[in-house]
């Protein structure tokens, strides 16, 4: 009797333990933060996305990539010693269409760091799209100060975690004018393909 007894108390505990380390392997599965691989004509980078603290523009940056949306794009504005923004814009400066803007999500703690990502936008504080730029340096005054349309900041939602080099290289190419637009690549920086990475 004790001898089944012992025995019904080990499976239990081995089922009691099976089950947690199922419950931790699912935790530790919601915290990892997905990967977007960004191959470009000069090229590859990898953009860790914090999930967790900007959902929104996460979730909107993965939709237009999973959509093909940045297929073809290119880094349409490069300013050296600050950032490379693309995204939005087809070689010779053509606009593509876009989603509605989303909420800014500025305000989630995060910084304007170099190598963080974050979400471009106009003047209107909820105004960010598809259009995306990598800070090259430390961006502070870009982060959020108040709620006032002025302060309000940048929403970072990733940052670079293996491409810098490329990203460096795309900073140093040579920048023109094009239209209303200044600071255009003169030769098209191509985002050949946005999508999510099983390397990483």
Same mark, same amino acid.
Not at 23 to 41: R, S
């Given at each position: 009797?004790?001898?089944?007894?012992?025995?019904?108390?080990?499976?239990?505990?081995?089922?009691?333990?099976?089950?947690?380390?199922?419950?931790?392997?699912?935790?530790?599965?919601?915290?990892?933060?997905?990967?977007?691989?960004?191959?470009?004509?000069?090229?590859?980078?990898?953009?860790?996305?914090?999930?967790?603290?900007?959902?929104?523009? *996460?979730?909107?940056?993965?939709?237009?990539?999973?959509?093909?949306?940045y297929n073809g794009t290119v880094f349409h504005r490069v300013i050296n010693g600050f950032m490379i923004q693309g995204g939005?814009?087809?070689?010779?400066?053509?606009?593509?269409?876009?989603?509605?803007?989303?909420?800014?999500?500025?305000?989630?703690?995060?910084?304007?760091?170099?190598?963080t990502v974050a979400m471009a936008r106009t003047n209107v504080v909820d105004s960010a799209t598809a259009q995306f730029f990598?800070?090259?340096?430390?961006?502070?005054?870009?982060?959020?100060?108040?709620?006032?349309?002025?302060?309000?900041?940048?929403?970072?939602?990733?940052?670079?975690?293996?491409?810098?080099?490329?990203?460096?290289?795309?900073?140093? *190419?040579?920048?023109?004018?094009?239209?209303?637009?200044?600071?255009?690549?003169?030769?098209?920086?191509?985002?050949?393909?946005?999508?999510?990475?099983?390397?990483?």
């Amino acid at each position: 009797m004790k001898r089944l007894l012992l025995i019904g108390l080990v499976l239990i505990l081995g089922f009691s333990v099976a089950c947690k380390e199922k419950d931790v392997k699912k935790e530790m599965a919601k915290k990892v933060n997905p990967v977007v691989k960004i191959e470009t004509t000069m090229g590859d980078i990898y953009i860790e996305l914090f999930k967790e603290e900007a959902p929104i523009s *996460v979730k909107n940056f993965m939709d237009y990539a999973s959509d093909g949306f940045y297929n073809g794009t290119v880094f349409h504005r490069v300013i050296n010693g600050f950032m490379i923004q693309g995204g939005g814009f087809l070689p010779g400066m053509e606009e593509k269409e876009t989603n509605d803007p989303i909420k800014n999500e500025a305000n989630n703690n995060l910084s304007n760091k170099r190598g963080t990502v974050a979400m471009a936008r106009t003047n209107v504080v909820d105004s960010a799209t598809a259009q995306f730029f990598v800070n090259l340096a430390d961006n502070t005054f870009l982060d959020h100060k108040s709620d006032s349309a002025s302060e309000y900041g940048y929403a970072v939602f990733g940052k670079v975690i293996q491409g810098m080099d490329v990203v460096d290289a795309i900073k140093g *190419v040579e920048t023109t004018r094009t239209g209303y637009y200044s600071d255009v690549p003169a030769e098209d920086v191509i985002i050949k393909s946005a999508a999510v990475s099983d390397d990483h």
